[in-house]
């Protein structure tokens, strides 16, 4: 039960969970959640019930929703989503990598279009063993997603 306990820390908030290794600092440099208001805890390396290692964020008074949760899909696609209110967890799901991500990343292309005019960056989703790659809807390139995490 101690994995228990370390989910149910905190009162309200959101818990990530199993990251993989590596990933919780690029998620946390995504989302910008080392500059808001809100209190977080970041583990890393710490051992899972299945004898490897995953990161685990905890971030207090924010709830993430499932447009967030997919996002999220790129960076640690194997991690869970706890929903914490009063210390007890009350909503769990995985996260889902979504097929379509729209203004969320600069192309890491420089020549493209969508750099230079006023439109939306826009990519498809593929998943390839584990990798993800997102391709440009505008030049038609691909990209791993840890590429995007680096220049965000
Ligand atoms: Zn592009």
């Known amino acids: 039960m101690k994995k228990q306990l370390t989910v149910e820390a905190i009162e309200h908030g959101t818990v990530i969970d199993h990251i993989s290794p590596g990933q919780g600092i690029k998620i946390l440099k995504f989302f ?5 208001l ?17 990161d685990l964020i905890k971030i207090e008074n924010t ?8 996002q999220l899909a790129l960076f640690a696609p194997k991690a869970t989503i706890n929903v914490i209110e009063n210390f007890e967890v009350v909503k ?18 420089s020549n493209c279009i969508s750099l ?10 593929k998943q390839a063993k584990s990798d993800i790659k ?18 965000h």
């Open 63 to 70: 709830v993430f929703d499932q447009n967030q949760a997919n």
């Open 134 to 151: 997102l391709k440009c809807h505008y030049c038609e390139k691909s990209f791993l997603s840890g590429l995007f995490s680096e220049l």
């Open 92 to 109: 769990k799901f995985k996260v889902a990598i979504p097929e379509r991500i729209t203004g969320v990343f600069t192309c890491p292309n």
């Open 32 to 36: 910008e959640l080392s500059e808001g």
């Open 38 to 54: 809100q209190r977080i805890s970041i583990g890393l390396n710490l051992p899972s019930h299945d004898g490897s290692c995953k």
């Open 116 to 125: 230079n005019e006023p439109v939306d960056s826009r990519f498809d989703i």
